[in-house]
């Protein structure tokens, strides 16, 4: 019997998150997603329009199907947890039960459970400031949305500096990799479960956009990496699938580097 994944944090067909539901369907999983509340009207339309057709086809020739797209909202973990402005907010108020036990909830509800789930959300609202400068609020909330999982998605910045990925989104995939060792840990010995995380290189994306930078890092990587070629997303979803599956059954708690190389490097070259 095929597994079942829930991947949060696919809003278009560009992301990592996108890329690592066409693997893992390829491989045979049947995909729910998570999607951000405010981006869940216009994801939604795209699908039902067949706007992204051309990049649901497998390797099979066959088309990637979403069995249900849940809205989601990471940040929140029950209904008391969300503010007033939140709550009034147009784009959330027509949608309901988005609050992180609500979703785990309705999945239970709906399927029973799951065997994958995909961490493959960040959000700092201050990214674009350096560190120095970032607020507690926004140093908190890129916190809030960016760490925790069982397979998720990180960045070098954590540990290496990397100037431009600001707001204390350095410190969120910090924590992140932290949690992961942490959780690979109490989450392997309670339930046998494996927590990794991908420690990606620099894609195009919508939030790799916001933050300003991205062009300039993907020559960089290409200039510098040990592999100069473009990094594809589908790269990050092979790599997806394979540690999510029992290929990968003796690993847990580590950062699984996804970047042509280029953490490996000392200096510019
Ligand atoms: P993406 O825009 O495809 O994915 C980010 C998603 O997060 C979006 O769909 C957005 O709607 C969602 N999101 C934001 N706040 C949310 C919240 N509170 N609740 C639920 N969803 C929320 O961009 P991506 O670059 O593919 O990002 C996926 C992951 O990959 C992130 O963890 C990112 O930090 C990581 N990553 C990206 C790069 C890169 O260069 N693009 C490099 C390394 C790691």
Redesign the pocket.
């Known amino acids: 019997k095929g597994k079942r994944a829930f991947i949060?944090?696919?809003?278009?067909d560009?992301?990592?998150?996108?890329a690592i539901a066409k693997s893992l369907a390829a491989a045979g999983a049947e995909i729910l997603v998570?999607?951000?509340?405010?981006?869940l009207n216009i994801f939604e339309t795209s699908l039902r329009r067949g706007k992204f057709d051309g990049s649901r086809v497998l390797p099979d020739g066959s088309l990637m199907e979403i069995t249900k797209v849940y809205p989601?909202?990471?940040?929140f973990d029950n209904p008391e947890d969300v503010p007033e402005d939140i709550k009034a907010n147009k784009r959330y108020a027509g949608s309901s039960k988005w609050t992180v036990q609500e979703v785990a909830e309705s999945v239970k509800q709906d399927f029973g459970s799951i065997d994958i789930l995909v961490?493959?959300?960040?959000?700092g609202p201050e990214v674009m400031k350096p560190l120095l400068e970032t607020s507690r609020k926004g140093y908190l909330a890129a916190l809030?949305?960016?760490s925790g999982s069982s397979l998720?998605?990180?960045?070098?910045a954590s540990e290496r500096i990397i100037p431009g990925y600001g707001g204390g989104?350095s410190s969120a995939?910090a924590a992140l990799e932290s949690d992961t060792r942490v959780l690979a840990f109490e989450a392997g010995r309670k339930h046998k479960i494996r927590v990794n995380t991908?420690?990606?290189?620099?894609?195009?994306?919508?939030?790799?956009k916001?933050i300003g930078f991205?062009d300039t890092?993907i020559e960089y990587s290409l200039a510098n990496a040990p592999l100069q070629k473009e990094l594809s997303?589908d790269e990050v979803g092979h790599t997806a699938a394979f540690l999510v599956s029992p290929l990968a059954s003796a690993i847990t708690g580590a950062v699984i580097y996804v970047d042509n190389g280029l953490n490996a490097m000392g200096v510019g070259v």
Do not use: E
């Not at 998570?34 to 981006?39: D, I, L, S």
């Open positions: 949060a944090g696919i809003a278009d560009n992301g990592y998150g996108w998570g999607t951000w509340v405010p981006a989601l909202d990471a940040v961490h493959s959300l960040a959000n809030s949305a960016s998720s998605l990180t960045y070098i989104m995939k991908i420690s990606a290189g620099p894609l195009g994306s919508r939030a790799a916001a991205i890092m997303a």
